[in-house]
């Protein structure tokens, strides 16, 4: 039994996004969530080695390791360029 599996697929269920980072995703029960994930939820994989998955729709493969591709996933999501982020950011509080 894997501690908080039904708080795991609650969560899934209802995410507007959903990250993998670095996984084969072939290490159960975890490597099923993402048979939860709803039909709209944008999906992101993180791993210098794309994985060969069973997944039938669109994911954004982000072909990195997880401590490089995590934060330029979160620039991407927030919109800043990078080199650019102090500007992007007061330009943001402004408006």
Do not use: C, Q, W
Not at 8 to 26: K, P, R
Not at 29 to 40: N, R, S, V
Not at 44 to 54: E, M
Request: aromatic share 8%; net charge positive; proline share 5%.
């Amino acid at each position: 039994m894997v501690p908080l599996m039904d708080k795991a697929l609650e969560y899934t269920e209802t995410a507007d996004i959903f990250i993998v980072l670095g996984t084969s995703l072939v290490v159960y029960p975890a490597a099923g969530l993402i048979d939860y994930i709803g039909e709209d939820t944008a999906i992101y994989l993180i791993d210098p080695v794309k994985p060969n998955t069973r997944i039938y729709r669109n994911v954004n493969y982000i072909k990195k390791t997880a401590t490089i591709g995590a934060p330029h996933l979160v620039k991407k999501l927030l919109n800043i360029e990078e080199g650019n982020d102090n500007e992007k950011r007061r330009k943001r509080r402004v408006t």
